[in-house]
């Protein structure tokens, strides 16, 4: 007995035929469905495509969509059929057993089943006659055959052992069918199975399964059972995902591809529950390890800064909290209340904003933590290795798609554990707040984002996801989702702004709460404003609505208003709840009451609290007497500076100092030079990547792509691949070639490779090539002429090759991405030995020597991010390359940036 087969159509997928290929392996799908609009844009041949699924460990299930063939006049069949045996050429060269073939929905189409069996009985012979078969699709709009049943009395009466259907449950479902019929179906002739969820919409049909398709657990439609009623007909093929949905088709196709396997083997969990003992038994053998149950919420952590952390930390002890540990090793302070705990994490954090805080980590009790994290890696997320002294806790974690660390705490016994690693203040918690628990974390997400995060939070940690609830906002459209575990006890909200662009709404970009729960909000909330808490004020027309609305009793009525608490009511209970102001731009709390199994979170009242927090923050701004608007430079650490440390060391050395991005070097430049083989080597790629999860830190560049006379742009496309594969945005490259119409055509077809990979291609110009300054360079992009072109302005190449910095200043600003910063000593020397001795081991940081940073850095676009390449061998050698790099940052802002010289933000959670 084997497993099912798990496919993907190639049209869920953005990206081309290759990128959809890598994707669906690298996210560990079997096989795919091949649409005919993705092999027709391939530069690769039907035989070479074969060769390419192969490779990758794929088949190819099923070629489609192969429209309006059946019940038509003869001419029309005639050319109809010769269109089949083109198509059967492909499918032979292609390796495909079957062709799917669609209902039809021509106007040639006559309403006569026996005419269309005969035909469709026709077309299913000729294709045995090559070892091939037909799936014959109902779609919901087909003109006559627009239902499974109609289909299945069609090829029962065609009576052909090459025809069949294929199922899709969109085509079953959108229209209300009853699926249970599908069980009188022979298992045998079922060739093909099709899943998509949907959201239930008022729309044409064919508009809604074009465009807003879902993964399977997104939508409303019960896949669960319609699974397996497909399944009890002894359907033995590939279970596979076809989803047309608009974002996905804009998304990076690795992490799309990733969603839907994690929806799939959620599906099969799912539908496993309830199948037959031999269906049961098939599904789990590919399955998922079960997902352990959940007791609760452990604990939120925030990075908070300097400015940031005393707000928060003021707030809290308003709210009742008390400080009673910080942490043995890091700077990181335990917040308690109840069963509430808060942590702060005051370490260089690269992804908070300075003067705000973001939640960076949540922690969940589970049963199995072993068994959470192998659910975790099946499901292909990220498991986040954890550095910690000897005596510290051991805590698993797994990187949720936005970037924040769920840990994984032991229930039972030891689920107190992680509390000695943090050394007691001697503060005790008074309860004065009368808050008990944590009831909830909100979080924010883009709306590209916003399904891959449903799907993490409900694949990898078992939660139900809800339905998709949707606010009209003051800022416009929210789309909310709620994650719950069975029991109620961990609660995690999601929501979005679908039809915004930028930030969630003016001030307040893309809002975080974590929610306590009480027993009493009234009690609470003259306690807390009693404490000196910052109450979000809520407007008398809320409560004047309120009362004509629901008509609570006056004496509740007249405490809500008093108090400020919103208030909403189901069929099962009600729900009083209160706010703090926003702490920052970002993070806010809020104390909630449920009686009597209210479920909900107060949504009808949320774009109350939304107008208010915005008139609150803009007052705070207004009244802030620190500048606003200011620019602040993000840094990237360049391989360079520290070119000792491996990828994996250089991303833990850029977190612990502050910088937001790294660059790293794939290729190796000098024969003496370590040499990181990032894109040869799995395992390094893999250790790296990792990293980058763990800390947040993102890949600005990667280099090098040196092309010398005798050298192919077509050679660096791996090293191309790895750098996308790494979320790389740039590439550096040299051209030491005299030829200028060679060296600008092989230019301009790196720039050609590198552009379908989301890479710019930036031209550096060291002194002693043959690309040896400014002008050089810019006559080699204009020459080139390719959109993703660059030039890459390093300052000490700059300097040393005496190009112009009124030149620089009338160059198009889109040309440059980053820059390379650093001084130099400022006698120049006279050989191009010495140039390359400085360039590679004896830089400066800013200010130490005698180049113009200042001058040339301000003839640059503004906001470029600083690129610190700042290579000093002897001081590497005496502090080590990551004591180097946090001191280059260190020296470097306090040059350039001496009035924000404040640790960069980054996500060093307690691991």
Wanted: glycine share 8%; charged share 25%; hydrophobic share 40%.
């Amino acid at each position: 007995m084997t497993d099912y087969r798990l496919a993907i159509a190639t049209v869920c997928l953005s990206g081309t035929l290759e990128d959809k290929l890598s994707a669906a392996a690298a996210a560990r799908f079997q096989g795919i469905e091949l649409f005919d609009s993705d092999l027709i844009a391939s530069s690769w041949s039907p035989r070479r495509v074969r060769q390419e699924c192969a490779r990758r460990g794929l088949s190819i299930d099923l070629y489609q969509p192969f429209r309006d063939f059946e019940a038509v006049a003869p001419d029309v069949l005639a050319a109809n059929l010769r269109r089949a045996e083109r198509t059967f050429d492909v499918l032979e060269e292609l390796g495909a057993g079957t062709l799917l073939v669609c209902s039809s929905v021509s106007p040639d189409a006559v309403d006569d089943d026996d005419l269309a069996a005969e035909q469709l009985h026709a077309l299913a012979s000729r294709a045995q006659a090559r070892g091939l078969r037909i799936a014959y699709e109902p779609l919901a709009w087909g003109r006559f055959a627009n239902t499974y049943a109609h289909a299945w009395r069609i090829v029962r009466r065609a009576d052909h052992p090459a025809l069949g259907l294929c199922l899709d449950s969109f085509h079953v479902l959108s229209r209300g069918e009853n699926p249970a019929g599908i069980r009188v179906i022979p298992g045998a002739k079922v060739f093909h199975l099709q899943l998509a969820d949907a959201p239930r919409l008022n729309m044409d049909v064919v508009e809604w399964s074009r465009h807003h398709r879902l993964f399977p657990g997104l939508g409303s439609f019960d896949l669960t059972g319609f699974v397996g009623h497909v399944l009890a007909t002894g359907y033995d093929g590939p279970l596979s995902l076809e989803v047309f949905n608009d974002v996905y088709r804009q998304a990076d196709p690795r992490y799309a591809a990733i969603d839907g396997m994690r929806s799939l083997l959620a599906l099969q969990e799912a539908a496993g529950a309830s199948a037959a003992p031999a269906v049961r038994e098939r599904l789990q053998l590919g399955g998922l390890p079960p997902a352990p149950s959940l007791a609760g919420h452990v604990f939120t952590e925030l990075a908070v800064d300097a400015a940031s952390g005393p707000v928060v930390a003021r707030t809290l002890t308003a709210l009742g909290f008390a400080h009673t540990g910080q942490h043995r090793s890091k700077p990181v302070q335990l917040w308690e209340q109840g069963r509430a705990r808060l942590l702060l994490n005051y370490a260089p954090q690269r992804t908070v904003t300075p003067g705000t805080a973001t939640i960076c980590a949540l922690a969940v009790e589970s049963a199995d933590p072993v068994g959470s994290t192998r659910r975790a890696e099946r499901l292909l997320a990220p498991v986040l290795p954890r550095l910690r002294q000897p005596e510290e806790a051991e805590l698993t974690s797994v990187a949720a798609p936005d970037g924040t660390a769920v840990f994984l705490v032991r229930t039972g016994a030891e689920s107190e554990s992680w509390l000695q690693d943090f050394v007691s203040t001697g503060a005790e918690t008074s309860g004065a707040g009368r808050i008990a628990d944590t009831d909830h974390v909100s979080l924010t997400d883009s709306v590209d984002d916003f399904d891959e995060s449903t799907l993490f939070y409900r694949a990898v940690l078992g939660l139900h996801a809800g339905q998709t609830t949707e606010i009209a906002a003051p800022f416009g459209l929210i789309r909310s989702r709620a994650a719950t575990d069975p029991a109620g006890r961990v609660r995690i909200t999601l929501s979005t702004a679908p039809l915004r662009r930028g930030d969630w709404a003016p001030a307040i970009p893309s809002p975080q709460h974590v929610a306590f729960s009480t027993d009493d909000a009234i009690a609470s909330a003259k306690a807390v404003r009693a404490l000196g808490a910052p109450i979000l004020k809520i407007p008398d027309n809320y409560f004047a609505d309120l009362d004509a609305r629901l008509a609570p009793p006056a004496d509740l009525l007249a405490a809500l208003r008093e108090n400020s608490i919103l208030y909403d009511r189901d069929e099962q209970g009600a729900y009083l709840h209160f706010y703090t102001e926003m702490l920052g731009s970002r993070v806010f709390f809020a104390v909630v009451q449920r009686i009597d199994g209210y479920a909900g979170y107060g949504d009808p009242s949320a774009p109350v609290r939304m107008a208010a927090h915005r008139e609150r923050r803009l007052i705070a701004l207004r009244d802030t007497s620190s500048p606003r608007g200011d620019e602040r430079h993000e840094y990237s650490l360049a391989h360079l500076t520290a070119l000792s440390l491996s990828p994996p060391e250089l991303v833990d050395a850029a977190a612990e100092a502050g910088y937001r991005y790294v660059g790293l070097r794939l290729t190796r430049v000098t024969p003496q030079e370590p040499h990181y083989p990032l894109a040869t080597d799995p395992a390094l790629m893999r250790t790296t990547k990792v990293r980058l999860a763990a800390t947040g830190i993102e890949v600005l560049d990667i280099e090098l792509a040196r092309i010398s006379p005798d050298e192919d742009p077509k050679d660096f496309l791996r090293f191309l691949e790895a750098g996308a594969e790494l979320g790389a945005r740039h590439v550096i490259t040299q051209l030491p070639d005299p030829d200028r119409a060679r060296k600008t055509d092989r230019f301009a077809r790196l720039c050609e490779l590198a552009r379908p990979l989301g890479l710019t291609v930036d031209l550096e110009f060291p002194s002693w090539t043959e690309t040896p300054d400014l002008r050089e360079a810019v006559r080699v992009l204009r020459g080139a002429d390719q959109p993703n072109a660059g030039i890459l302005v390093d300052l000490l190449h700059f300097a040393r090759s005496g190009s112009s910095v009124a030149d620089l200043r009338q160059l198009p600003a889109e040309w440059f991405h980053f820059v390379h910063v650093c001084d130099a000593p400022p006698g120049v020397p006279t050989t191009n030995e010495g140039l390359i001795h400085t360039a590679r081991f004896e830089r400066l940081v800013p200010g130490e020597g005698g180049i113009d940073v200042h001058g040339i850095l301000a003839a640059l676009p503004p906001g470029l991010p600083y690129a610190l390449e700042i290579p000093r061998a002897t001081l590497v050698a005496q502090v080590g390359g990551k004591e180097h790099a946090r001191m280059s940052l260190a020296a470097t802002r306090d040059f350039l940036d001496p009035e924000r010289a404040l640790s960069e933000p980054g996500a060093q959670q307690i691991r």
